[in-house]
């Protein structure tokens, strides 16, 4: 790990968090852009068939997951998430497991890369449907206010094409209707695969759905990690503390293809990518600590280093392990055997 | 054994086994359209806004997928929901959180989470719906792993098989036919009584032919089985009860004893429930059938018309399946 010094620069903006805690943010958007960039080389190198990007929401989620109270709080999250799931507790090998569809994989190897689950850790387990996980969320913020268990929160993430879809708008209605403790977070990227957000909505702002549902919306800047968690941080609280949800837009932007069998050349220019790279959250925060004296070359480059070794250590470590026996398709179908025919 | 209470009708039968759960456990709760205040739209759940609160008794927006959906995150947070479609004909909206998202919750998690839900919807025509308050569904939903379907057509067997399903730790979709609701009346024992989910009943043993069925019709087939007597001709009725999973051994033991089926349904024939039984029939005892499977069912149209002659030549009548039972036992 790193060694921190203590912050001296009066002008950064911290949002309340120690020097530990920026590192940690800032670890952990290191780590998923490893993991991340792991995913699609070992797809090109032909060891999993598939891997999907986050790169470019690593900001928002370290942010946001440094705004959810673990133990306490329930993430219902979509499939770009790598960063957010890592913040909330999912360790690299176990990502790495998922991707290479190892036995040991939470889902026994039959879910997607980046299509989580993990009850005793607070994550909700979600499909690839777009949106069909928001009504959960609703779902699963109404037994924990039926059951008054006041001070935790659901987070439920989407993309900004997810606020197209009926089931989205029912969920946040919903929501609404019984002032429930859920945060509906959009992680704005500009694109549903290839659909740019001017053909998902007529608006410029997702957040200003939220007026509409009687809600706040709220919006923040996801290639910055503190300003997410302050925002997010106000969206949790309110939850948790019986004020009904909200709606948060994240705003950011998708550097890779949608997944390793998209190509993003077929529909957005290279040099729209390198202006938006200006904006890129892993440089930009690195120099926000480096300007702040919380962190200098040296730590960033062991940083870096660490980062990688753990990458490497949980990729060998997940390559090693057995791939799932096929009989164990017939598991788990029901709670008792499965069979359509009774005897 | 349960000591039997009055006769009752299947609504009645319905609102007493969902009171009683309500009453028996604060994790089942309700929500569905109509549900509140106004008790259902067939006055199932009058007064259970007054008795148990509008925390468990929820009049839902008038939006079916989150009706489902809502209630599969209430199921994987540990609760009991019951949701209800109005009617079976407005599922349609939550298709992908029945078929996508409840029956493989426990698949796609390997167990980790599971969709302990019910969903509750009354089904079939013959009572002037339409082309929208008429339908059957289960075919719709019959192919799917992780689904139990149910469709009882008694007080008793709903009072049963509802109680199980609200226990069960998987999803359950349970169909009420809407004809029988105030037409079928029987006893149901007292206290709690489950019936074990998949297993078919014999409601009245015979030799010649055996009928497989399920919901309004297999009411129908009593009556053409009980004048078939005087013909001297011995029907035996199966009500399948269950439709996912099925009971293999009632039907296999039934037909290898009457060697001759006739399946009714009132849902259409092509890829309808029949269509398995009969090739499950076919697999497991072809050599010993004397005549060719038979199957009595609904039309291949879109839907029932409401004009008087168009449900009527939908619906199948008692007549027609007295021909079609006496037809198999002479053949």
Not at chain 1, 119 to 141: E, F, L, Q, Y
Not at chain 1, 177 to 193: S, T
Not at chain 2, 12 to 26: G, N, S
């Amino acid at each position: 790990m790193a060694k921190t010094v203590t912050a001296r620069a009066a002008t950064l903006d911290r949002g309340g968090l120690s020097d530990e805690q920026l590192v940690a943010m800032f670890r952990n958007m290191l780590l998923q852009r490893q993991l991340d960039n792991r995913g699609f080389q070992l797809n090109r190198q032909g060891k999993i068939p598939f891997a999907l990007g986050s790169e470019g929401h690593e900001g928002l989620q370290a942010g946001t997951a440094m705004a959810f109270a673990r133990g306490s709080d329930i993430l219902v999250p979509y499939y770009r998430d790598l960063g957010l799931v890592l913040g909330v507790g999912i360790a690299p090998l176990e990502l790495l497991t998922n991707m290479f569809a190892r036995a040991a994989d939470l889902s026994g190897g039959r879910q997607f890369p980046n299509h989580y689950t993990g009850r005793a850790r607070g994550i909700a387990s979600v499909s690839s449907i777009i949106a069909a996980h928001c009504t959960h969320a609703a779902g699963i913020a109404y037994a924990l206010k039926y059951r008054n268990e006041t001070g935790r929160a659901v987070l439920c993430t989407t993309g900004e094409g997810s606020t197209s879809q009926g089931e989205w708008h029912e969920a946040v209605n919903f929501s609404a209707i019984h002032r429930l403790p859920v945060v509906f977070l959009v992680e704005n990227n500009g694109y549903a695969i290839s659909t740019p957000q001017s053909m998902q909505m007529a608006v410029d702002d997702v957040a200003d759905k939220a007026p509409g549902y009687g809600i706040p919306g709220m919006i923040c800047d996801g290639t910055d990690p503190v300003a997410t968690y302050r925002t997010m941080k106000i969206a949790m609280d309110r939850a948790r503390s019986g004020g009904g949800p909200t709606l948060v837009e994240a705003k950011c932007y998708r550097f890779l293809s949608h997944s390793t069998d998209d190509d993003d050349r077929t529909y957005r220019d290279r040099e729209l990518i390198a202006e938006q790279r200006k904006d890129d959250p892993v440089p930009k925060f690195e120099r926000v600590l480096i300007d702040a004296g919380i962190l200098d070359d040296a730590a960033i480059a062991a940083l870096r280093a660490d980062v990688l070794r753990e990458t490497n250590e949980a990729t060998d470590a997940a390559e090693a392990l057995p791939l799932p026996q096929a009989d164990a398709m017939y598991e788990n179908v029901y709670e008792g055997p499965y069979e359509p025919w009774l005897e | 054994m349960n000591a039997a209470t009055a006769s009752i009708t299947n609504v009645e039968a319905v609102r007493a086994t969902l009171h009683d759960a309500m009453a028996a456990d604060d994790r089942v709760l309700i929500i569905g359209e109509d549900v509140g205040a106004r008790g259902n739209v067939f006055l199932i759940t009058k007064g259970f806004l007054e008795e148990f609160g509008a925390q468990r008794v929820i009049d839902a927006p008038l939006a079916e997928a989150s009706i489902v959906g809502v209630a599969v995150g209430m199921a994987m947070q540990g609760l009991r929901p019951i949701a209800e479609i109005q009617f079976a004909d407005f599922i349609y909206p939550a298709f992908n959180q029945i078929v996508g998202e409840a029956a493989k919750t426990r698949y796609r998690s390997n167990g980790d989470y599971t969709c302990p839900l019910v969903i509750r919807t009354p089904y079939g025509g013959g009572v002037r719906g339409a082309l929208s308050h008429s339908v059957s569904i289960e075919a719709l939903f019959y192919h799917v792993p992780g689904l139990t379907i149910l469709a009882p057509s008694t007080p008793r067997d709903i009072k049963g098989l509802l109680t199980a399903a609200i226990e069960s730790d998987d999803p359950v979709l349970f169909l009420e036919h809407k004809k029988t609701y105030r037409s079928v009346r029987g006893e149901v024992p007292d206290g709690h009584f489950t019936i074990p989910i998949g297993k078919a009943d014999i409601k009245k043993p015979g030799t010649q032919v055996t009928v497989v069925s399920y919901g309004y019709n297999v009411h129908q087939a009593l009556d053409a089985a009980q004048r078939l007597e005087d013909e001297n001709v011995s029907v035996e009725v199966i009500d399948l009860r269950s439709i996912r999973p099925m009971d293999k051994t009632a039907i296999l033991t039934s037909v290898r004893k009457t060697r001759k089926l006739l399946i009714v349904h009132e849902d259409n024939k092509f890829g309808g429930i029949g269509a398995e039984i009969a090739a499950m029939v076919a697999e497991e005892a072809l050599f010993d059938l004397d005549a060719p499977i038979r199957r009595l069912c609904g039309p291949d149209v879109p839907a029932m018309g409401y004009a008087l002659p168009l449900e009527e030549a939908f619906m199948i009548s008692t007549e027609r399946m007295q021909n079609a039972m006496r037809d198999l036992a002479r053949f």
